[in-house]
């Protein structure tokens, strides 16, 4: 990781990857037919370093598996410091048995336990992260 005093520093995808383990909440951008959706969800990241999270039927779900990429962001501001994260890529539903038992495993559980059995995957073709501030390292 480069260091600065100022300004914007350009992050490799190892510590974009870490910087997503830190966090549990992100947003879902999806756009379909000029209109941009953003949803927050909480998410997982898969061993492959694919954001994971459920959702239920609805405008969400199937908006994610319509569109040919979404765009998944996650950040932080503190102190003197902030990053920033986003994975581009296809997202897919997950319909093989194993995707419930996937996201128990990584502790996904939605905020309100109202039937979002649905798991959908953000596959992570593109990953970009800036750090900013005064005094990143």
Request: proline share 3%; net charge negative; charged share 25%.
């Given at each position: 990781m480069e260091r600065f005093t100022a300004g914007t520093t350009v992050l490799d995808r190892e510590?974009?990857?870490e910087l997503l383990r830190r966090k549990d909440v992100g947003r879902i951008v999806i756009a379909l037919g000029g209109d941009a959706e953003i949803f927050p969800?909480?998410?997982?990241?898969s061993e492959a370093g694919n954001v994971l999270f459920r959702t239920g039927p609805g405008s969400k779900?199937?908006?994610a598996v319509v569109a040919q990429e979404v765009a998944f962001e996650v950040d932080?501001?503190?102190g003197d410091q902030a990053w920033s994260v986003i994975v581009r890529g296809p997202a897919r539903v997950r319909t093989d048995s194993s995707a419930l038992s996937v996201t128990d495993a990584l502790s996904l559980r939605p905020f309100i336990d109202d039937g979002k059995?649905?798991?959908v995957e953000v596959l992570a073709e593109r990953v970009t992260a800036r750090g900013f501030?005064?005094?990143?390292s």
């Amino acid at each position: 990781m480069e260091r600065f005093t100022a300004g914007t520093t350009v992050l490799d995808r190892e510590q974009a990857t870490e910087l997503l383990r830190r966090k549990d909440v992100g947003r879902i951008v999806i756009a379909l037919g000029g209109d941009a959706e953003i949803f927050p969800v909480n998410y997982v990241l898969s061993e492959a370093g694919n954001v994971l999270f459920r959702t239920g039927p609805g405008s969400k779900l199937a908006s994610a598996v319509v569109a040919q990429e979404v765009a998944f962001e996650v950040d932080e501001v503190g102190g003197d410091q902030a990053w920033s994260v986003i994975v581009r890529g296809p997202a897919r539903v997950r319909t093989d048995s194993s995707a419930l038992s996937v996201t128990d495993a990584l502790s996904l559980r939605p905020f309100i336990d109202d039937g979002k059995y649905e798991v959908v995957e953000v596959l992570a073709e593109r990953v970009t992260a800036r750090g900013f501030g005064r005094t990143w390292s």
